[in-house]
C-alpha cells in the first residue's frame, strides 16, 4: 500500500507485517525528505515509526484515545491520520503544525507542545470515560526525554492509585534532546540491561503493572505486546525499548544534533546554507562565549540548563569541558530553577537560560524560590520573540507581561549582542538583584546605543540614580536617547528600537517631525525621572514591544503618565491566541510596521 493511498487507519489490519514494514519505510522517506528540505524534529519522528504503526493497527483511533507526549514524536501518526500530504508533497509542507492539534485531526486528543502532561491527561480521559460510563481504550506514549519532568511523575503517582483500562507507553530512547539526567533514567538503563527483570523497578513501586519490549522497531512483537495489554482493567507500563533516529546513520550517531533541525544534505547530515543564521543560534554562541569566561574568570559561576543545553551552545565538547560549573536537570523546568535559587543561597552564581515559551512552566518558582528572597540569580530567556518560533505552544510573546509582574526581579532588554554582553557581564558579577535578561528576536552585533555598555557594566550599581525599585541599583536603570526631538518620543524596547529609529526616519520625511527615539533598557519597571523629562516636551510618546501589549511595558508607561497631559501609544501584539501566522503578517495586524505608526502617529497629533 501507498502511503498516500490510506485513506482510514482501520485499513492497516488487513496489511501483513511486510506490507507494514514497508510502509514504515514509506514513513521514513517522508520525514527525511520533508525535514532534508525544511527541517524540523526527525530524530524523535524515525524513534516512534514502527510504534505508531502498532498502536493505529491495535487501537481503532479516534474512538480509541491516543495521547502523545512532547508531540514532536507525532509526525509518523499524523501521516496514518489522513495528513500524509503534507510530508509528502512540498506545496503543502506547511500545512500542519510541529504538533498535535485536534484543530488539524479528530485524531488528536488535546494541543500538546509541553512535555511531561500526557499520563494526567490520559488519566483524565479514563476517569471521564467511567464517568459518563462509555467504552473505550486511553493510551498515552511518553519518552524521550519526558519523565524528568514533574507532572510526569505526579501523573503516573495519581495512575498508581487508578482502577481501570490505561495504557501508558513508555518510549525508552535513552535520550531527551541531549543525554538523560536523574535517577530515573539510571533505573531505565537497569531495566533495559535486565530485559525488565531488574529488582528495582520505578513503575511498579508507584503501583503500576509493568511489561518489557527489548525491540521497540520489531512490527510483530510490538503488535503482540499492544495486544497482550489491550484490554487491562488496571493502570499498565509497556516500557519499550527504540533507537532515537532509527533508520537514519548520521541521526543514530548524533541524536542530539537531529532532534531538531534545519534543512541538510542526506547524503551527509551536513546542515545546509539557508541564509542568515537565526538570532537564537546566534546569541546561544554569545552566550556559551560570556558563561565559559566567566566561569575561567571565577568559580562561583554556573550554568544551568533544562534539557536544552545545544540552545545556550554548550555541546558535548562543552559540556564536558564546564564539569560542574554546567548543569542539566533534563526537562524540567520548574526544578532548575529551584536548584539555582539554592546555588545562588549557597555562594554560587547560577545561570539558567531557557525559552521563553517554557520559562511560564516555573513561574512559581521564580516568584517564590528566588525573587521573594532577592537571590542572585541571572535567567537568560531565549525566542521570547514574534520573529522566534511561531506554533501556537511555542510561541514567546507572553515573558513581558508574566515576568514584569514579578516584584524584585528586574527584566532586562538588550537591543543588541554587544549590550547583551555588557548586561550579563554585570549581571554575573554581582549579588543584589535576580535578574532576567530578554534576548532580541533580530541579531545585531551592535546598536548604536551600545558604545557605553561596558563602561555602564563595569560601573557600581551605587552609582545609579537612587530610586526605590529594584532595578534602580542596575546600571542600566534610566533610559538611553538615542536621537534627541520633540513633540513625538519612540519608546523601542529590545527587538523593536530598529522599528523606532525607522519610524523616526519616516515621521521626519513625511511629516518634518523630527521625533525622540529612546532605549527604555528594561521592562520590570519605568525610568521615572526620563519619563517626566520626556512627557514635558512631547505631546506623544509610543511604545513598541515585541510580545502582548496588554500588562506588558507600554502598559507601565502609559499607567505612569496618566496624570500628565502627554497621549501614550502603546503598541504590541494584541491579547488573542494566533495558532500559525506570518511574521509579516502579525506586524501588519497589530499596527506595527513604520508607515502604519506614522499613519497613527498623524491621526492622534
Not at 341 to 358: E, I, M, N
Not at 504 to 521: F, S, Y
Amino acid at each position: 500500500m501507498k502511503l498516500q493511498d490510506l485513506k482510514d487507519t482501520s485499513q492497516l489490519s488487513a496489511l501483513s507485517f511486510p506490507e507494514l514494514e514497508d510502509l514504515a519505510q514509506q514513513i521514513r522517506e517522508a520525514l527525511l525528505t520533508k525535514a532534508s528540505q525544511v527541517g524540523g524534529h526527525l530524530a524523535p519522528n524515525l524513534g516512534v515509526v514502527e510504534l505508531t504503526l502498532a498502536l493505529h493497527r491495535t487501537f481503532n483511533s479516534p474512538a480509541g484515545k491516543l495521547v502523545f507526549d512532547v508531540s514532536h514524536q507525532t509526525y509518523p501518526h499524523k501521516m496514518l491520520t489522513g495528513r500524509a500530504k503534507a510530508f509528502l508533497d512540498p506545496a503543502h509542507f506547511g500545512d500542519v503544525s510541529g504538533f498535535t492539534s485536534p484543530l488539524e485531526s479528530d485524531h488528536d486528543q488535546f494541543t500538546v507542545g509541553h512535555t511531561s502532561t500526557s499520563v494526567a491527561l490520559a488519566l483524565g480521559l479514563a476517569k471521564a470515560r467511567d464517568l459518563l460510563e462509555k467504552n473505550y481504550h486511553v493510551v498515552t506514549v511518553i519518552g524521550d526525554g519526558s519523565l524528568s519532568g514533574g507532572e510526569a511523575f505526579e501523573g503516573l503517582d495519581a495512575a498508581g492509585d487508578y482502577r481501570g483500562n490505561l495504557i501508558i507507553i513508555v518510549n525508552d530512547n535513552d535520550f531527551s534532546i541531549a543525554e538523560n539526567h536523574g535517577g530515573i533514567y539510571a533505573n531505565l538503563a537497569e531495566l533495559r540491561r535486565t530485559k525488565g527483570e531488574a529488582h528495582k523497578n520505578y513503575f511498579r513501586a508507584l503501583g503500576l503493572d509493568y511489561r518489557y519490549v527489548e525491540d521497540g522497531h520489531d512490527l510483530q512483537i510490538l503488535c503482540q505486546a499492544l495486544e497482550a495489554v489491550r484490554d487491562t482493567e488496571r493502570p499498565v507500563v509497556l516500557h519499550i525499548h527504540t533507537v532515537k533516529g532509527k533508520g537514519y546513520p548520521p541521526a543514530e550517531k548524533n541524536p542530539e544534533l537531529f532532534h531538531s533541525t534545519g534543512p541538510f544534505d542526506r547524503a551527509t547530515g551536513k546542515a545546509l546554507a539557508a541564509g542568515q543564521t537565526d538570532a537564537a543560534t546566534l546569541f546561544g554562541a554569545d552566550t556559551e562565549r560570556i558563561l565559559k569566561r566567566a566561569i575561567d574568570q571565577d568559580k562561583h559561576v554556573v550554568g544551568i540548563t533544562a534539557g536544552t543545553p545545544s540552545m545556550m551552545g554548550f555541546w558535548k565538547p562543552e559540556r564536558n569541558e564546564a564539569g560542574r560549573h554546567f548543569i542539566d536537570v533534563g526537562i524540567a523546568e520548574p526544578a532548575a530553577v529551584s536548584l539555582a535559587a539554592g546555588l545562588a543561597k549557597g555562594g554560587a552564581q547560577p545561570l539558567f537560560a531557557v525559552r521563553s515559551t517554557f520559562v511560564q512552566r516555573a513561574y512559581d518558582q521564580i516568584a517564590q524560590d528566588v525573587c521573594i528572597d532577592s537571590l542572585p540569580v541571572t535567567f537568560v530567556i531565549f525566542t521570547g520573540s514574534l520573529y522566534a518560533m511561531h506554533d501556537i505552544t511555542h510561541q514567546g510573546l507572553s515573558d513581558i507581561p508574566l515576568l514584569s509582574s514579578i516584584p524584585n526581579l528586574t527584566y532586562l532588554c538588550p537591543t543588541s549582542a554587544a549590550e547583551y554582553e555588557a548586561m550579563l557581564t554585570w549581571s554575573l558579577s554581582q549579588r543584589d538583584l535576580s535578574v532576567a535578561i530578554k534576548l532580541p528576536g533580530i541579531y545585531q552585533e551592535d546598536a548604536p546605543v551600545a558604545a557605553s555598555c561596558a563602561a555602564l557594566a563595569a560601573a557600581p550599581a551605587a552609582s545609579a540614580a537612587p530610586a526605590a525599585s529594584a532595578a534602580a541599583k542596575t546600571p542600566f536603570s534610566t533610559y538611553q536617547v538615542v536621537r534627541e526631538g520633540s513633540k513625538v518620543a519612540l519608546l523601542g524596547l529590545g527587538t523593536f528600537l530598529p522599528l523606532a529609529e525607522e519610524a523616526a526616519k519616516l515621521l521626519k520625511e513625511q511629516c518634518g517631525i523630527d521625533a525622540t527615539v529612546v532605549n527604555p533598557r528594561f521592562c520590570s519597571g519605568v525610568d521615572k525621572a526620563g519619563l517626566r523629562r520626556l512627557a514635558v516636551k512631547h505631546e506623544l510618546i509610543v511604545t513598541l514591544e515585541d510580545g502582548r501589549a496588554e500588562g506588558g511595558f507600554g502598559d507601565k508607561v502609559a499607567a505612569f503618565c496618566g496624570t500628565d497631559s502627554v497621549k501614550v501609544l502603546v503598541k504590541g501584539i494584541s491579547q488573542e491566541l494566533v495558532r500559525k501566522y506570518s511574521v509579516e503578517g502579525l506586524l501588519e495586524k497589530n499596527g506595527l510596521t513604520a508607515p502604519q505608526l506614522v499613519a497613527e502617529i498623524q491621526e492622534l497629533l
